[in-house]
């Protein structure tokens, strides 16, 4: 699965991409939220605040109780705003 990270989240991990297999029970993005969490600090304190985390699976926006597979492509970024 490949992860991709944007603006202050991505400097605050301080990588933009990674590979990552979590193991079989992260079925859904708020388990591998949890999960990412647990692997050390930084990404603790970048995800904290869930509500100002958003995340797109194949492209598209999805809410924590979405499904996750190994082979995709997963995107966590802060709210954006037009204008």
């Not at 603006?7 to 029970?25: L, Q």
């Not at 970048?46 to 082979?71: C, F, M, Q, W």
């Amino acid at each position: 699965m490949k992860l991709l990270y944007f603006a202050w989240i991505r400097t605050r991990i301080g990588r933009s991409e990674e590979d990552v297999a979590p193991p079989s029970t992260v079925r859904t993005v708020g388990d591998l939220l949890d999960w990412l969490e647990q692997r050390d600090e930084t990404y603790r304190l970048a995800l904290a605040n869930r509500k100002t985390v958003r995340v797109a699976v194949n492209h598209d926006y999805v809410p924590s109780d979405h499904l996750i597979e190994a082979g995709d492509e997963i995107a966590l970024f802060p709210p954006v705003t037009g204008g």
